[in-house]
């Protein structure tokens, strides 16, 4: 009975880290042009400087220059993937726990986060050195897809591994 009590208690809470995700999608979109820019750039910075020491390659500045322009936009891009991914897992993961599976999963999650994506463009249209774009949407959909799939992936390997097991010793 307390089991149930509270399991009914922390499930709405499941749905946490999406709204946080969510909270950190808007916060780097509403970051003018020249901060996200820089922001990204710097990342990418940290990328070639790592890759430098780490293989012992011994590029000049202006090498580290040129990789490190050569390597933003994808960096850029990567970033956009990655948010939208993780926002799909945190939001694919609790409607999964909530008992949608099958097509239901990647069209109500999937639905709910490229939705999500293209209201982020619409809001970039108002910030500063930023504007709307189809592409972008395109690239959040995509990460938005791996995470979905990711969680159905997971949840159908936990369900035929570990937990049929259980089932079948609690129906002895």
Not at 61 to 84: F, N, Q
Not at 153 to 163: E, L, P
Request: with cysteine.
């Amino acid at each position: 009975m307390l089991k149930a009590f509270l399991r009914a208690l922390l499930k709405p809470f499941s749905f946490l880290p999406a709204i946080f995700m969510m909270y950190l999608i808007f916060s780097f979109s509403s970051q003018s042009g020249t901060v996200s820019g820089n922001l990204s750039y710097r990342v990418s910075e940290i990328i070639v400087e790592s890759a430098n020491e780490a293989f012992d390659l011994h590029w000049s500045g202006s090498d580290m220059d040129y990789y490190i322009e050569r390597i933003h936009y994808p960096v850029r891009k990567l970033a956009h993937m990655t948010e939208y991914f993780l926002l799909a897992v945190s939001v694919s993961f609790p409607l999964y726990v909530y008992g949608v599976r099958g097509l239901w999963l990647p069209l109500l999650a999937g639905g709910f986060c490229v939705g999500f994506a293209a209201l982020d463009e619409y809001h970039q249209s108002f910030v500063a050195g930023r504007g709307p774009s189809r592409k972008d949407v395109g690239i959040d959909s995509i990460g938005v897809l791996a995470g979905v799939l990711m969680v159905q992936f997971f949840c159908f390997i936990g369900r035929m591994t570990i937990f049929r097991p259980l089932a079948k010793r609690r129906k002895r």
